[in-house]
Nanobody, 127 residues
């Protein structure tokens, strides 16, 4: 079992930046691909980014490339999401998640492929 706790959300003006953190515990963090998802009110949960075990490979939703950066620090059991040039449409609850442990040929993007979820952190971007 992996426990995930997100932090770093808040209210920011359009054009601003936030860095989300997700602290993991319970199992060997470096054995897990990590992902970030978000869910806006009335919408389905959508993929934001994912990162492989070592941090050498990342994947992003096409619409977010260039503004968001995922990274991880295996020594600190933490995955990060740096969000720049934020827009009001980025407003959502952001979740970190992990699939079944192991390496993946392709980083999963579907929420159903992730087994472990944090409680989420609210990000609100004002215009």
């Amino acid at each position: 079992q992996v426990q995930l706790v997100e932090s770093g959300g808040g209210l920011v003006q359009a054009g601003g930046s936030l860095r989300l953190s997700c602290a993991a515990s319970g199992r060997t963090f470096s054995n897990y691909v990590m992902g970030w998802f978000r869910q806006a009110p009335g919408k389905e949960r959508e993929f934001v980014a994912a990162i492989n075990l070592s941090g050498s490979t990342t994947s992003y939703a096409d619409s977010l490339k260039g503004r968001f950066t995922i990274s991880r620090d295996n020594a600190k059991n933490t995955v990060y999401l740096q969000m720049n040039s934020l827009k009001p449409e980025d407003t959502a609850v952001y979740f970190c998640a992990a699939p079944v442990s192991g390496s993946y040929l392709f980083l999963p993007r579907e929420p159903k492929k992730y087994n472990y979820w944090g409680q989420g952190t609210q990000v609100s971007v004002s215009s």
